[in-house]
């Protein structure tokens, strides 16, 4: 069993999920700076309320990206903390496993 490889992998996973939600991070609050600068526009209302709008959307799914990518780093560390499963307990009456690795029971008489 090699245990440094599934934990490297872990890590690098969480490291491209960090990065991904960074950048993600950063467009979003480009996007705030945007409603900002809309805000402060001397654009009609009518028009500000679409441009406003729209950015919102792009926003809204900024925050779903993130907390799918975050989603996966949970669910990837929670994965790797999990504990292996054991082989199947030997029958000491029979002296072999009774249980075979692909789910078939060795009954013998």
Do not use: H
């Not at 990065?19 to 900002?36: F, H, I, Y």
């Not at 780093?73 to 029979?94: G, K, M, N, V």
């Amino acid at each position: 069993m090699n245990i440094s490889s599934a934990s490297s992998g872990t890590s690098a996973a969480y490291s491209s999920n960090s990065q991904d939600t960074a950048a993600l991070e950063k467009q979003k609050a480009q996007l705030q700076s945007q409603l900002d600068k809309i805000k402060d526009s001397k654009e009609d209302e009518q028009t500000k309320s679409k441009q406003t709008q729209l950015i919102q959307n792009q926003i809204q799914q900024i925050e779903q990206q993130i907390a799918k990518v975050q989603g996966k780093s949970s669910s990837t560390a929670s994965a790797s903390q999990q504990p292996q499963a054991s082989p199947p307990a030997a029958d000491p009456r029979l002296g072999k496993n009774t249980a075979s690795g692909d789910q078939t029971i060795d009954i013998r008489i």
